[in-house]
């Protein structure tokens, strides 16, 4: 089994026209796994469609988190079980970690939606800039910049998984994080959430989910 880094803090692509309406066209980016997800209610998880500071794998970040805060049952009932073949970072045999994710999303109720926030993104996006650059491991800013643009309450770091469904299950998941940081972090009280997304050093890739009310 590949092991993962994730680590916890509780506490500029530009899509023109053309690229919008290929994107709005996709549809919900959970509808391989169950039509259900294709319902238009669930319009309102991509609530980063027309910012344009985010990548589009960074808005997918956010609608696929939205997707799990608006219906939990559903993403417990149509995306857990397929984890393996989503992700081969989690072990779905682990009592404590997987099996206590299904058992949390299977009765939790609905959560706001997040949506995004400029003051988070450039948060994220330094961190990831920085660190991604001398392969640093931590939520430490390590310049200057950094510190005068660092704006979260809570802060997720994920390292070496590029597909945005898999950041937020391996986040979900939290295997091997015995407080579960990440995932009170993803299912936590938040209204606001800008990721960031980038190459790493050591690892490969970067995310950085930064969080505020």
């Not at 985010?54 to 609608?63: F, H, M, Q, T």
């Amino acid at each position: 089994m590949k092991r993962l880094l994730s680590i916890i803090l509780v506490v500029l692509t530009t899509l023109d026209v053309t690229g919008k309406e290929v994107e709005a066209k996709k549809g919900s980016p959970l509808a391989k796994f169950s039509s259900e997800w294709n319902d238009p209610r669930y319009k309102v998880c991509n609530t980063a469609a027309d910012v344009t500071y985010l990548s589009a794998k960074e808005k997918e970040i956010i609608y696929v988190l939205n997707l799990a805060r608006m219906n939990p049952q559903l993403f417990c009932k149509t995306i857990l079980p397929r984890v393996p073949e989503i992700t081969g970072f989690i072990d779905t045999s682990d009592e404590y970690y997987y099996k206590s994710l299904v058992k949390q999303m299977s009765t939790m109720q609905p959560l706001p939606i997040l949506k995004p926030d400029m003051k988070c993104f450039n948060s994220a996006q330094c961190h990831v800039t920085s660190t991604g650059k001398t392969g640093y491991v931590g939520h430490d800013r390590r310049t200057p910049e950094c510190r005068k643009v660092q704006y979260y309450r809570g802060e997720c770091c994920q390292y070496g998984v590029d597909d945005p469904l898999g950041i937020i299950l391996n986040l979900l998941v939290d295997e091997n994080v015995e407080s579960l940081g990440h995932r009170d972090i993803c299912l936590g009280s938040y209204t606001k959430m800008s990721p960031s997304y980038g190459p790493h050093k050591q690892y490969g890739s970067i995310t950085v989910l930064d969080f505020d009310r």
